[in-house]
């Protein structure tokens, strides 16, 4: 685990500031060597122990000042290193929190979609209704009744585009619940009053395929007499 940035910066801060300490006693040592040896500052060309005693102090302070230089360098490297280190996983880590917040967005938008098309009610175009009344028409036109259960709102818009295209191709409605069943049962119910043929199935078949419906998605049953049940299942 890598220390904390802040106080890697506020470590590294003190050190370049002590380093610009010793850096000036360094530059105080040079200069009171020059002083002593290139000059006549405080006489030390006619008083000998000054020339030596300002070498001396020159000395001891470019040392102190060498001293520091290095101790700020030895302090001064493995903190950037490791704050480099710091600042590189940071970055990683963002990158990796990115890409997570990126999938979670992804996956979110892919359920809202799903859920838009879950919640979308089912329309046919008009190039589709036009095909399955044209399978229709070719069948014997009986009464046709379309139930559907009361709570499901978009199982009645999709019963009442059904009955729409079998209006269309002059099949006649039943009377208002003419066929009703006590068994539940989810997605449409189409009730005839007649034999359904090929042409009736290749016409759900192209209702299904409308609704990218698979071809189990509907039944006939023939045992309910005296008419059929074609069940076309509820929105996929």
Not at 183 to 206: H, L, Q, S, Y
Request: glycine share 4%; charged share 25%; net charge positive.
């Amino acid at each position: 685990m890598f220390p904390d940035i802040d106080s890697l910066r506020h470590s590294l801060g003190f050190w370049e500031k002590l380093n610009y300490i010793f850096t000036f006693c360094v530059l105080i040592g040079v200069l009171g060597e020059f002083l002593a040896e290139f000059t006549n500052f405080l006489q030390v060309k006619k008083k000998k122990y000054r020339k030596k005693r300002l070498n001396k102090a020159s000395v001891i302070v470019l040392l102190i000042g060498l001293a520091g230089e290095l101790l700020c360098l030895v302090e001064t490297i493995p903190l950037s290193r490791q704050m480099t280190e710091t600042l590189n996983l940071q970055t990683e880590n963002a990158r990796r929190d990115a890409a997570k917040a990126n999938e979670r967005a992804a996956l979110a938008n892919e359920r809202a979609d799903i859920l838009e098309q879950k919640a979308k009610p089912r329309m046919f175009t008009t190039d589709q209704i036009s095909t399955i009344a044209h399978f229709l028409q070719y069948s014997p036109r009986g009464a046709v009744d379309i139930s559907f259960p009361a709570s499901d709102v978009e199982a009645k818009n999709f019963a009442n585009t059904l009955r729409f295209i079998f209006n269309l191709a002059q099949y006649p409605n039943a009377p208002n619940d003419a066929y009703t069943s006590t068994e539940p049962f989810t997605g449409v119910r189409i009730w005839m009053k007649f034999t359904p043929d090929r042409n009736i199935a290749t016409a759900i078949g192209e209702i299904l395929k409308s609704q990218n419906q698979k071809p189990n998605d509907f039944q006939i049953n023939p045992n309910q007499e005296p008419f059929f049940i074609i069940e076309v299942g509820s929105k996929p």
